[in-house]
T-cell receptor, first 122, second 106 residues
Framework: EVQLVQSGPEVKKPGESLMMSCEGS????????IAWVRQAPGKGLEWVAS????????RYSPSVQGQVTISVDKSITTAYLHWKTLKASDSGLYYC???????????????WGGGTLITVSS | IQMTQSPSSLSASVGDRVSITCRAS??????LNWYQHKPGRAPNLLIY???SLQSGVPSRFSGGGSGTDFTLTISSLQPEDFGVYYC?????????FGRGTKVEIK
């Protein structure tokens, strides 16, 4: 089965670190970009970061640049999103998603993980 | 690139024709995707490249438009179509989403 399986919910305090994961299976993991998309409480969807597993090329949203790190371990087909220092505003539901591509470089998220709820509170 | 959706919410009856619009702050050609998001579930791709129906998505969903103005249409609303619908542009980074349109069934 083609799927993305995410790690479980986390409750953290401001200033703590966190790493969450997204394991892909059922497809050629190295051939598709993986993205993280978040939904802050009561808000819409926001793209956070993307990584290409084949060469670890990365892209970040300006809103999180320098605050998070996206990485990948090809050997276990898993992508990660890591914070060194969490803030309350990092709370939200985080999805990983596979980026697919159609002719003429049309790109879209065609496969999504189930989401990881992150709560950062003192 | 800012994406503006309207309306922010709507309530319609089963069988109704429903349209949601999305406007981009600049020309994005047809680099526009639509997703359905239900509570407690992952978003689901409906339409890519403005008008291409994703495999497995019912044909009552259709998309149109190019440049800055786009539309998602549900030709005959079904009970399972409740949720929040988002447009998203993939023309330039950072990829951006609209704020969503909440669809309720009367």
């Amino acid at each position: 089965e083609v799927q993305l399986v995410q790690s479980g919910p986390e409750v953290k305090k401001p200033g703590e670190s966190l790493m969450m994961s997204c394991e892909g299976s059922g497809y050629d993991f190295t051939n598709y970009w993986i993205a993280w998309v978040r939904q802050a409480p009561g808000k819409g969807l926001e793209w956070v970061a993307s990584i290409y597993p084949r060469d670890s090329d990365t892209r970040y949203s300006p809103s999180v640049q320098g605050q998070v790190t996206i990485s990948v371990d090809k050997s276990i087909t898993t992508a990660y999103l890591h914070w060194k220092t969490l803030k309350a505003s990092d709370s939200g539901l985080y999805y990983c998603a596979r980026r697919a591509e159609a002719p003429l470089t049309h790109r879209f998220f065609d496969l999504w993980g189930g989401g990881t709820l992150i709560t950062v509170s003192s | 690139i800012q994406m503006t959706q309207s309306p922010s919410s709507l309530s319609a009856s089963v069988g109704d024709r429903v349209s949601i619009t999305c406007r981009a702050s600049q020309n994005i050609r047809t680099y526009l995707n639509w997703y359905q998001h239900k509570p407690g579930r992952a978003p689901n791709l409906l339409i890519y490249a403005a008008s291409s129906l994703q495999s497995g998505v019912p044909s009552r969903f259709s998309g149109g438009g190019s440049g800055t103005d786009f539309t998602l249409t549900i030709s005959s609303l079904q009970p399972e179509d409740f949720g929040v619908y988002y447009c998203q542009q993939s023309y330039g980074t950072p990829w951006t989403f609209g704020r969503g349109t909440k669809v309720e069934i009367k």
